[in-house]
């Protein structure tokens, strides 16, 4: 029998422990991926920066050196058009970096990009066969949907609002992330590009577990036991952690954003659109506190990091995404598995009355 309090997480994904690697773009890798899931976790393996090639070949790599099931997890944003002007004067605004710093403001503009799920994709799923699948922004359209769940895989998404929810029990999700406004990264947010729709996770999560059948992940602002229980108290099956595994040596993080992880204050996070186009969490920079975080001159997602491209290259502390939650001081230094581990077994102590982390 097993100790934890909801077990239809585990039921359902086939694993261990109630615990997800949150698919972090750009930072999470085969490594970190296959150590949460042989240390009884989830782990989950972004794909919106991969082609079809190396998406198949992290697939593959995780394959060969786990049994257990592990996550593959996608964008579902529509492609946007280049709207010329829009990202010109983008630019334009930029310029008096580009003369400080000695980037070459007349050359092409570099392209930011993230992938969306589309058929491509979709066939290394159909080749893989991975056990889970989850999407950030909705779902992909109905004939890939359905094409992903033939194979077997059960599909999750990120809800921000009750009713992004409910949509996603509606149109076939096995399981629904509960995204409080303290999580890092972008904002899974695709029903209203309101911000002010989003809410914290303890108000988010006892709402959306009311609203839907499913099972409900929990995620933001969670990096210790403590917050794992009170999250079980609301009604979770299960949580997603991303910000604790940034401390993980499997973390493939820059030198600036290792630094501001260990020295930035609890309070030094906000969310900002100037480096993808879409509002995202992370810890607050020098270009965030000049242009301001939130700015209706940047190009649609996620064009609007082209610009930034050069000033990053000169200036990655100031000029570079710092994605991170609220929660990200209670990161420790631990390997993926030493932290998935700990975290589980904390959690159980306390749930049955043995101490606290």
């Known amino acids: 029998m097993s100790q934890w309090p909801d077990t239809r997480i585990l039921d359902l994904l086939g694993i261990d422990l109630p615990i997800i690697q949150g698919p972090m773009a ?18 989950s393996m972004p794909a919106a920066m991969l082609d079809v090639e190396q998406l198949r070949q992290a697939l593959t790599t995780i394959s060969e050196q786990t049994d257990k099931p592990f996550n593959v997890n996608f964008f579902c944003h529509q492609p946007p058009v280049l709207d010329e002007q829009r990202a010109e004067a983008w630019k334009q605004h930029l310029k008096p970096y580009y003369e400080e710093l000695g980037a070459d403001f007349d050359a092409p503009t570099p392209v930011s990009n993230r992938t969306p799920f589309d058929d491509a994709a979709c066939q290394v799923l159909e080749q893989m066969r991975p056990e889970v699948v ?10 890939l949907l359905d094409r992903v769940k033939a194979t077997g895989a059960k599909v999750l998404s990120s809800a921000t609002t009750v009713e992004e929810a409910i949509w996603l029990e509606q149109h076939g999700c096995d399981a629904i992330i509960a995204m409080g406004y303290e999580a890092g990264g972008h904002r899974g947010m695709f029903l209203s590009d309101d911000l002010n729709s989003q809410v914290g996770l303890f108000a988010l999560l006892p709402q959306v577990v009311d609203a839907v059948s499913v099972p409900v992940i929990a995620a933001g602002g969670i990096g210790d036991a403590r917050g794992i229980v009170a999250a079980f108290a609301l009604g979770a099956s299960a949580v997603q952690l991303g910000s604790a595994y940034l401390f993980t040596p ?5 030198a600036a954003h290792h630094r501001a992880l260990r020295t930035a204050k609890e309070s030094q996070t906000a969310v900002t659109n100037l480096f993808t186009g879409r509002p995202a969490r992370g810890i607050v920079n020098r270009v965030m506190r000049e242009i301001g975080p939130m700015t209706p001159m940047t190009p ?25 939650g609220q929660g990200f001081p209670l990161g420790r230094e631990l390997s993926t598995a030493e932290l998935t581990r700990h975290l589980a077994e904390e959690t159980l102590a306390q749930l049955n009355g043995r101490g606290r982390s």
């Open 26 to 43: 750009g930072v999470t890798g085969p490594a970190m991926v296959i150590a949460a899931c042989n240390a009884g976790g989830l782990g």
């Open 300 to 324: 649609a997602f996620p064009l609007a990091g082209g610009a930034l491209m050069p000033l990053r290259a000169k200036d990655e502390a100031d000029f570079s995404n710092l994605w991170a």
């Open 134 to 143: 989850s999407f950030h922004f909705g779902l992909p359209e109905k004939s």
């Open 250 to 254: 499997e973390a493939k993080i820059s």
